[in-house]
């Protein structure tokens, strides 16, 4: 039987990261998570990650003849969106290439963090 | 307004920098090779910008009279002079040369944060900015990260005791080293700085170090400028 959802009050508040990846080797969707969580566990360990309750929602595909681009949202809890955010400039390298991740902004729902920073160049 | 006051010369560089939002750029190349026209290119492509582009040189050096006469061949000709950190004698040095604006990575290779009480004074009574580098952060093996976030914790604690001015720069040699200014707000958090300390260390600081030195390129004799 599925567990009966929180009431709003007694839910966690959530906040939507928009990230964007230039890399200078081809990256997947698929790469782009462990990337992120390898930053994380180096950065703040398991006792960290816990409490962020952290979710790629989704990922967009901008590549470029010059360049790789990614665009992507990231789901974190409200109160520790600084932590979350503190992590991407962190990341440096991925599969011996170089990689960089921006925040494009962050927004209170999926729409708006669409919207305004994955559409809408920064 | 938030500056990255060391990037390594270079025309995608600037382009970028500009494109991640900041309000003004000082590119750096070695002082044994430096060549202005470059940076004249720059500034002349930018003319009606309101992005500002200066240029600076960095100082290596391994003894101290040799820093001093590095510093006073280039200090007329640099708009930013930094002096190359690690050594702890040049580190002192640097911090007690008001002709000096920034000690860039004093903590460079050693196993402290390349800075003590003597210095941090100085450095408070001459205006010399301690540079954090995130380049020199983010370019250490993840597993030792933990000493850099220390050493920078230890330099904050000595700034908020001396108050000598703190620079955040990004030390960047491609545009994959480059990063948002907000983004380099929230990993300070990483070493105990609060937003206002973070801000203030990327736009009023190098606003003062702009200003300082526009205000000394009028100086006349000591005490007396020519007022355009």
Not at chain 2, 174 to 193: K, N, Q, R, V, W
Request: proline letters at 3%; glycine letters at 6%.
């Amino acid at each position: 039987m599925k567990l009966k959802i929180l009431p709003p009050h007694m839910r966690n508040k959530k906040r939507y990261l928009a990230f964007e990846v230039i890399s200078e080797t081809l990256i997947n969707r698929e790469d782009v998570i462990p990337i992120i969580w390898g930053a994380l566990w180096d950065m703040y360990g398991s006792c960290g990650i816990s409490r962020f309750d952290l979710w790629v929602i989704k990922i967009w595909n901008y590549d470029t003849p010059e360049k790789h681009v990614m665009k992507g949202i990231l789901r974190c809890k409200r109160e520790e969106v600084h932590s979350v955010r503190s992590i991407i400039p962190t990341i440096t390298r991925f599969k011996s290439g170089r990689v960089v991740f921006h925040t494009l902004g962050i927004s209170g729902s999926i729409h708006s963090a669409t919207k305004k920073f994955i559409y809408n160049k920064l | 307004m938030f500056f990255d006051f060391h990037v390594h010369e270079s025309q995608e560089l600037v382009d970028e920098v500009e494109r991640l939002g900041y309000t003004g750029v000082v590119t750096f190349k070695h002082e044994e090779n430096k060549n202005k026209d470059y940076s004249d290119d720059l500034i002349s492509l930018r003319k009606d910008s309101s992005f500002q582009i200066r240029w600076g040189v960095m100082i290596y050096s391994n003894n101290i009279e040799d820093l001093k006469r590095k510093i006073q061949k280039s200090r007329n000709e640099a708009d930013v002079l930094m002096v190359y950190g690690g050594d702890l004698r040049i580190n002192r040095a640097a911090c007690e040369n008001p002709r000096v604006d920034i000690i860039s990575h004093p903590y460079r290779g050693r196993r402290d944060c390349g800075i003590n009480h003597i210095s941090a004074r100085k450095a408070a009574e001459n205006k010399v900015a301690v540079e954090l580098n995130v380049r020199y952060l983010l370019r250490i093996r993840p597993q030792n990260r933990y000493k850099v976030l220390g050493y920078y914790r230890e330099i904050l604690k000595l700034q908020r005791k001396f108050n000598f001015p703190l620079i955040i720069t990004s030390g960047a040699h491609s545009i994959f080293e480059l990063h948002t200014p907000l983004d380099i707000i929230a990993l300070t958090y990483c070493f105990g700085m609060n937003e206002e300390e973070a801000s203030f260390a990327l736009s009023e600081t190098p606003r003062n170090i702009i200003e300082r030195r526009d205000i000394s390129s009028n100086v006349v004799v000591k005490g007396a400028r020519i007022i355009k």
